[in-house]
Each structure stands twice: as C-alpha cells, then as structure tokens.
C-alpha cells in the first residue's frame, strides 16, 4: 500500500517524442529500468490528473509514462494533413506507436474516460503489449453501431454535451468556451470534488492545443455515426464492435460519487476472463479518480500484476 503525503503540481520534465503520426508530449518519473505503467488521462482533462499518482508509483520504482492525447497539451500531429480523427482505434494506435517509440516491450496500462477506454483497446486488441490493466468504470469500448441504439430518456439526458457537439452551434460554443465547458464537466461528473482554480486552470491549458476541438468533436461525433472514421482503422474499429474479451489481468474502480455516465460493474464483469477484481472507492470520490482518490489508483496499479 502507498500513501500520498505531499501536494505536487507537476509530474516530472515534460520530454517529446516522435510516435506514429505524433509529436507527443509526456511526463516521465520514476527509474528507466522500472517496471514501466502508461497513465492516460480523459476528456476534459489532462496529465494533472496523475499528479498525486505518479510519484507514488515512482517511487514504488515504477516507470511512469503520462502522455497527453492527441488534441491536448503539447502533443501536436506531425503533419498538417493527418485527418484530426478522434475515433477509438485511433487513440489506441497512439499508445502503441508511443511505447515502440520509447522502447516499451509491454506496460501496465491504465486510465479514466477517454484513457480508460484507449486501455481496455490496447489490452483487447494487444495484450502482449499490455501486462495488465486497471481502467475507472470499467469495460467502455463501443461502437457506432452500439451508439445509434437509443437510450431511456433519464440516460440521454447525462449525455447531453454529446448532442450539442453534433451541432455547428455546439463546435463554436466549445471552442468560444473551453475552460467553461471544462469546469461544468469537472463539477457535474465530480460533485463532491472541491479542486481549486489553480489545480483546474493547470489542466485548462492543455485546450489550448491547436487540434482540440476538432478532435473532441469528431470524437462525440463518430460515436453516433455522424462523421466517418478512416479506412485504415476499419479492421480494428469491426473487432473493436465484436466487444471482444480482455484476458490480461485487470482492476476496476468506480467512485462511488460519480456524477458523469457509467455503466453498472455487473454489465460488463464478464468481459474480463483473467484475473479480475472490481473496487468502489469510497469518500465522495467522482469521475476524476486518480486526482481525486490517488492512493487508490496507485495502490490498483501496484497490485493489479504483483508478483
């Protein structure tokens, strides 16, 4: 078990490297020759959600790598042509491309909405890349055609940024008022969640990327059949529909205050055919969880493979 004792604001020297179609940014701690953990942060969020959690690991003598996604901080597409897509395969490929670039054979791979997603992919469709897995809310890969399925009303109406961002209207609101939809995001999927100005305005600065709002955008809107993928992720995107199973050893963690959607940990437990353990963690903890509920995180990552 690990505990949190001090108040950091910064991961570690953030370092570029050249991955596939990226230029990422990310955050590195920890010993090189550690057992290496990828962290993957969500929407609307960046790698400050990992804060507290990195040097936990780091010091646990783990290898800790906290890129941003594409679309945030300082992670920019190597030329201006690449379609800025948003689709699932895609972010997944990323992190594929990254450990290569960094000369990772496999990590434990972990993460939270957007990140929690690209993980379960990379554990589905990789799992020699992946040793293990601890994702927040559990199973989330979809498909366009899982998306076009209506909800009950009460279930439509939590994800209503979704329906503004099919429209024009909702593409030049978000990209007027970034940190404001940001900070309604925070405050609604963490209700219990008391962040300062100073710990939202350092993740704020990574929607300041160039590529931002076309990424969120294409992203929500692939999602509902509402804007083409590419062909080169077609084969991914029909296995990725086929919910396949995830055989690498896995936690899940839920807050238990979570305010943003998420589906009920019975719904999805028997998409995990390895070692598996579900965890609630308790206190308030929202959305956010690795900022939120860092131990927790953390003490997940350490254990979800030990030894």
């Not at 998306?147 to 593409?171: C, H, M, S, V």
């Not at 350092?202 to 931002?212: I, T, V």
């Not at 294409?218 to 080169?232: I, K, M, P, S, T």
Request: one cysteine or more; aromatic letters at 10%; a negative charge.
């Amino acid at each position: 078990m690990v505990e949190a004792t001090n108040h950091h604001t910064s991961i570690g020297p953030l370092r570029q490297v050249d991955a596939g179609l990226l230029n990422v940014g990310y955050a590195e701690a920890g010993p090189s020759d550690g057992r290496a953990a990828v962290l993957l942060h969500g929407w609307p969020y960046d790698i400050h959600s990992y804060v507290e959690v990195a040097p936990l690991l780091a010091s646990a003598g783990y290898r800790v790598v906290v890129p941003y996604l594409r679309g945030f901080g300082t992670t920019r597409f190597l030329s201006d042509e690449t379609l800025r897509n948003g689709e699932q395969a895609a972010l997944a490929l990323d992190v594929i491309a990254l450990l290569d670039a960094l000369e990772i054979e496999s990590a434990i791979v972990a993460g939270f909405d957007w990140g929690a997603r690209t993980a379960a992919i990379v554990a589905a469709l990789w799992p020699e890349r992946c040793t293990a897995l601890v994702s927040v809310s559990g199973y989330l890969i979809g498909s366009q055609q899982a998306g076009k399925l209506p909800l009950p009303p009460a279930a439509e109406l939590q994800w209503w940024y979704q329906y503004y961002f099919a429209t024009e209207r909702g593409r030049v609101g978000y990209d007027r008022y970034r940190r404001d939809f940001a900070k309604l995001i925070w405050r609604t999927a963490s209700p219990r969640w008391t962040f300062d100005d100073a710990t939202f305005d350092r993740s704020a600065a990574a929607f300041d990327n160039p590529d931002h709002v076309e990424i969120v955008i294409h992203n929500y809107r692939w999602r509902l059949g509402l804007a083409d993928g590419e062909a080169q992720y077609d084969e991914l995107e029909q296995r990725l529909a086929r919910a396949p199973v995830i055989t690498v050893p896995t936690i899940t963690l839920e807050g238990d205050a979570n305010g943003a959607p998420h589906p009920d940990p019975a719904a999805y437990a028997e998409k995990f055919t390895g070692k598996y353990t579900h965890r609630l963690i308790a206190g308030g903890v929202g959305h956010n969880l690795p900022q939120e509920a860092p131990e927790a995180f953390a003490n997940a990552v350490i254990e979800v493979n030990a030894d």
